[in-house]
Structures are given as C-alpha cells and as structure tokens.
C-alpha cells in the first residue's frame, strides 16, 4: 500500500486559505479543485517544466511567462494570478503542499472525507455501493472513494484516510497471529 504523503507546512496551509477565500468569492471551490489536480498532474509528467520551475536561476519573469503559456486558456483567470504570487514570493515549490491543504480544507468545510479503498480484486459496483454506505455511516461524513488494487491482501479490504489506515483482510489478521504466537 505505497501512498504518496505531503507534508504541509504553516505556509502552505495560509497559502490555501486565501486560495479558499478566493474560491468564496464566486463558489469555484469544485472548479478550484480540479484545476489545481490538473496542474499537479501537468508539473508532474513534464520533468522540463518541474526543473524550470525549481531552477533559482531563472528570473521569476521568465517563469511567469512559462506559466501563462502553458496554463493561460486551461484554468481560472485568478488561480493563474495565483501561481504567479507564489513564483513572485519564491513559493511555487510548496505547490503541491497548497493544492494537499486546500483539498482537506476543503474536505472539512463539506463534510467529505477522501478515502483509498483497497481490495485484492476489482469490485463490483454493487459491492464498490455497499462499502461506501457503510462508511459513510461508520465515518458520519460523505466518502469519495479511491478505489485501488492490492494484491497482497489476501481476502477483506484496507482503507486509509487522513492519518488513519484500517485494514481488515485476512493478510492483517495473520499478522497479528503469527505476532501472538511468537511472543
């Protein structure tokens, strides 16, 4: 179950509470969301653009405009605007940090809760239904599930979210067994 963790630092969550703010102004908090996610995944598979952006050599006016061209027509007028603050005060690498404090903010302020649902196999959509009723209720929130397969679990499902990883297959209970057993 290898997950990729943000640290979040002060910094970044100040950053995302006045991305939040901004959002509120016209409720583009969903729009805000997903063009954040885009951004992330277009910094992520071009290694140029990430190196051009870590590179304290080149001005933050160069950087300003590599931004533009490539996200000019893609995303919001202000969230642009925001991107360009974060280079002008030499923060574009805690962007990643930002996007992961907005989308709890956020998560909190809906009363959502993402959660990375594993199973050895892929579930059907009825049981893929029946897991997130169930913790929906258990959790007292919405769930957006991520669904994802682990083959090493060996029957059940593991669930993580937050700081919290549940995991309920069969692999976990022999674990503990075996533990037991050799005490």
């Known amino acids: 179950m290898a997950t990729t963790y943000t640290k979040i630092s002060t910094v970044s969550r100040n950053y995302a509470k006045a991305l939040l703010e901004v959002a509120a102004e016209?409720?583009?908090?969903?729009?805000?969301?997903?063009?954040?996610?885009?951004?992330?995944?277009?910094?992520?598979?071009?290694?140029?653009l990430r190196i051009v952006m870590a590179n304290s050599s080149i001005s933050a006016s160069k950087k300003i405009e590599i931004l533009e061209n490539v996200f000019k027509n893609l995303i919001d007028v202000k969230l642009l605007r925001f991107l360009k603050i974060l280079v002008e005060k030499d923060r574009f690498n805690e962007f990643e940090s930002i996007k992961s404090s907005f989308n709890e903010i956020l998560e909190k302020r809906s009363n959502r809760k993402t959660v990375e649902i594993f199973s050895p196999i892929e579930l059907d959509f009825e049981n893929k239904t029946n897991v997130k009723f169930k913790l929906e209720r258990k959790l007292n929130c919405e769930i957006v599930p991520e669904w994802k397969i682990d083959k090493s679990l060996i029957a059940g499902l593991a669930f993580k979210f937050d700081d919290t990883v549940i995991d309920t297959s069969i692999r976990s209970k022999l674990a503990v067994l075996s533990k037991n057993i050799t005490r």
């Open 26 to 48: 016209d409720n583009s908090f969903d729009v805000y969301k997903s063009q954040l996610d885009m951004i992330s995944n277009v910094l992520n598979s071009s290694e140029d």
